[in-house]
């Protein structure tokens, strides 16, 4: 790789943005696309779709071969609390592709035992979250039910564009969520974009089914998930 595009993908890699890598297969050249580049044509739909799939491969654009080599930040679930649904989320995410981090200032629930092998900070989500802050390819999950714990970050993947938002609690609990985070200034739009209550409707009830419900809800807004292009676009 030229050095000029591998100093270029380091830094899109370091900063958590997605790229790609097009190649022309008649003669060699490159250029890398960072997510966020209005890029018209083929080329561009074929780069996007890209993008949402994670999937390099070989392709035709305007009758001329070309190999797209797709980089996406890896993506990762921040939970907000250490409570039962946490600990079923958990192993699944993992195997699903996930990172996850649990975070929970409540050190009765944050332990080791509890979350064998886990990335666990027992720790407010103000403090947490400066050190490994959201982005867009961050879901947040808040399931503390408590507003001085889950507020902040809810508010905090508004702000920063995480592709989910999800937090537990009946209607009720959303309705007051709301009209505090329109106190704080967030509009319908805004606030629409959160899952409550969270997860797929599958009908779940127990802590392992309700995690099921979870992931199964960020996977599809990962996989469908509005990209900087097309925003661009819009």
């Keep these: 790789m030229d050095p000029r595009l591998l100093k270029e993908l380091n830094a899109a890699r370091q900063a958590r943005k ?12 490159s250029r890398l696309v960072i997510e966020g580049e209005t890029i018209e044509g083929g080329l561009g739909l074929e780069v996007t779709e890209r993008l949402r799939s994670g999937k390099s491969g070989s392709v035709e654009i305007d009758g001329r071969p070309h190999f797209l080599n797709v980089y996406l930040p890896p993506p990762r679930i921040v939970v907000i609390g250490a409570v039962h649904i946490s600990q079923a ?20 629930f944050a332990t080791a035992e509890r979350f064998t092998g886990a990335d666990l900070v027992a720790d407010w989500p103000e403090d947490a979250l400066k050190a490994r802050p959201l982005d867009g390819y961050t879901a947040l999950v808040a399931l503390t039910h408590d507003p001085k714990i889950d507020d902040y970050p809810i508010a905090a993947a508004l702000k920063s ?50 995690a099921v419900a979870i992931l199964a809800d960020i996977i599809q807004a ?11 676009r819009g």
């Design 222 to 232: 990962f996989r469908r998930r509005e990209l900087a292009q097309e925003e661009a």
């Design 161 to 210: 564009g995480c592709f989910y938002v999800g937090a537990l609690g009946s209607r009720k609990t959303h309705g007051k969520r709301v009209e505090r985070l329109k106190a704080e200034g967030f509009g319908d739009g805004e606030i629409a974009r959160i899952s409550a209550p969270i997860g797929l409707d599958i009908g779940a009830a127990t802590p392992g089914e309700i």
């Design 89 to 108: 989320l958990y192993p699944m995410a993992r195997i699903a592709g996930f990172d996850l981090t649990i975070i929970d200032p409540r050190t009765a």
């Design 18 to 29: 997605a790229a790609v890598l097009v190649t022309s297969l008649d003669d060699g050249c």
